[in-house]
C-alpha cells in the first residue's frame, strides 16, 4: 500500500522519488564514505598500506571503518525517512520462476569458495573479520541500490527494467572509485562490467525471493568468500589453479557478467509509483 500523505521538507523531497534525487543520496553517501577512508589513512596509515589479509588491523582499516560508517549513515537515513518498512517488507510485486536462475548462478561459486578456501593460509581473526565485513558490504551496498535506489525509482513510476538497469548502473559505477584507491583503470572497468552484471541478479534475486534480506545475505557472502579465495581484492590467488572448487568457481565471474545483461532483457512489470497514487481523480 503507498502512503499517499503529503509531506513536507526533505521527507516529502526524497518521498517523490527520481533518478536526480537518487543521484543527490547516492554522491552524499560516497562522499562520507570517501571521507571515512581518508579518516582512516590518517588514524592507521601502516595498517592502510599493508596487505589486506595481513592482519584483523589491515582488514579493519581497508574495509571495515568505511563500512561501518557508510552502515551508520544508512541506519539513520531510514529512520529519519521512515523507509525501513518499505525496504525491508515483502517485495510488492512478484517474480517469475526463471528469475531463480540469477540466485543459482550467484550461490553455485560461494558454496564453492565456502569449501575450496584454504583457511590456513589467514589467521582465525583475519577469517572471522573478512566473513563479518562482507555482511556490512551486502548490508550497505543492497540497502543503497536495491533497497534506497529500487524505491525510489519505483517511487517515480518507472517500470521495473527501468528500476533493474538504474539501479543496476548505479551500482557498477560506484565501483569505480576503486581508481582512487590505485586500481588498475583495465581492473576497475571489468570491475564494473562485472559490478553491473551482478547487480541485475541481485535484483533479480530480491524480486524472486520476495525479500531485500536474501539479496543482502548472498551479496554479503560473496564479497568475503571471492576475497579470501584470491587473497585479496580483485587479485587471482597463485594457488587457486591447483584447487578444483576454486577452478570451478572462477568461470562464474563471467557467467554473472554476460548472464546479467541477458536476464535483464525478459524483466517485466510496473509497481504504482507514488507520484502516480498523488496524482488527482479525472
Known sequence: MIDVRNESGLRGFLDRGGFWRLLLVVLVYLAIYLGAGWVATKIAPDEVKADLLSSVGSVFFHLTFGLIVGAVV???FLSATGWWRDLFARQP???S??????VIIVATPVVLRLFGIDYSRYTSGVVA???ATGLLIGFVEEVLTRGIAVKMLRDAG?????VAAVSSLLF????SINLFAGAAPLVVAVTVFYAFGFGVCMYLSMRVSGFLLV???LHGLTDPTTILATGGLDETASGAAHNALLTAASPFNFVVMFSG???LIFIRGRVPGRQHALAPAR
Not at 520462476?97 to 540469477?102: G, L, Q, T
Not at 518507472?158 to 527501468?162: A, F, G, L, N, T
Open 158 to 162: 518507472h517500470s521495473e527494467w527501468v
Open 215 to 217: 539479496a543482502i545475505v
Open 97 to 102: 520462476r526463471w528469475m531463480w536462475i540469477a
Open 129 to 131: 573479520v573478512v566473513f
Open 261 to 263: 545483461l541477458i536476464l
Open 172 to 175: 557498477a559505477v560506484m565501483h
Open 74 to 76: 544508512l541506519v539513520i
Open 93 to 95: 510485486i512478484g517474480g
